[in-house]
């Protein structure tokens, strides 16, 4: 299955600083972007997503940045705090007819030191 | 609030033995997913259900079979357990009703044990 490449693995930020994930991806099929957030113990939750048709989507602290002609997308999380360290995952999905493709990139591990 | 439940957290079986874990959803998805959470290897879809009695392999099904007898319940079931598939399991469910973003929901996981 065609991947989705995310990076870093790990990332460590002061608080207040800005969080960078980056992710690529090769099936121009997607047409879906979501991001997750999944905290040790709990399962992934959707945090904010994006359509390839848009170039930036932002909600609260968090924005995706949209490049449709180099197939990559990205996460930043503004003035990071303690409680945004998790694991981030980005993806990619599309949807018709039964058939099903979703992606996930490997993670990010995210910590925020105070 | 949606809800995507899990019937154990934390499981230890034995090499050979049949395990079932079973899945619940309370949002009547028609579409039902099971994956595995492995370090640096992310999320691996097993298999995948968009209706009752429907099924279609993953990316990873081998030593795999699943069961969707009812919308609401999707079970993930291990023929004969072997180490390698120690692991976090998630189930999740999608909504496809054609908003603005297509939600997929996770359960808590099952982190499965294998001697």
């Known amino acids: 299955q065609q991947q989705v490449k995310q990076s870093p693995q790990s990332l460590i930020v002061q608080k207040g600083g800005i969080s960078i994930i980056n992710c690529a991806y090769e099936?121009?099929?997607?047409?879906?972007f979501p991001w997750y957030q999944q905290f040790p113990g709990k399962g992934p939750a959707l945090l904010i997503a994006?359509?390839?048709d848009v170039s930036e989507k932002k909600e609260g602290r968090f924005t995706i940045s949209f490049n449709k002609s180099a197939k990559q997308f990205s996460l930043h999380i503004m003035d990071s705090q303690p409680g945004d360290s998790a694991t981030y995952f980005c993806?990619?999905?599309?949807w018709g007819a039964g058939s099903y493709q979703l992606t996930f990139g490997k993670g990010t591990k995210l910590s925020v030191i105070p | 609030d949606v809800k995507v439940t899990q019937s154990s957290r934390y499981l230890v079986k034995r090499t050979g033995e049949k395990v079932f874990l079973e899945c619940v959803q309370d949002m009547d998805h028609e579409n039902m997913f099971w994956y595995r959470q492995d370090p640096g290897l992310g999320l691996r879809l097993i298999y995948f259900s968009y209706d009752v009695k429907m099924k279609e392999k993953g990316d990873i099904p081998e030593g795999y079979s699943v069961s969707r007898e009812k919308k609401e319940r999707f079970s993930l079931i291990l023929e004969s357990a072997s180490t390698n598939q120690t692991s976090m399991y998630l189930c999740?469910?999608?909504?496809?009703?054609?908003?603005?973003?297509?939600?997929?929901?996770f359960g808590p996981g099952t982190r499965l044990t294998v001697l």
């Open positions: 099936n121009t099929a997607f047409d879906y």
């Open positions: 993806a990619g999905y599309s």
């Open positions: 999740a469910s999608i909504d496809t009703s054609g908003g603005a973003t297509d939600t997929q929901y």
């Open positions: 994006i359509r390839p």
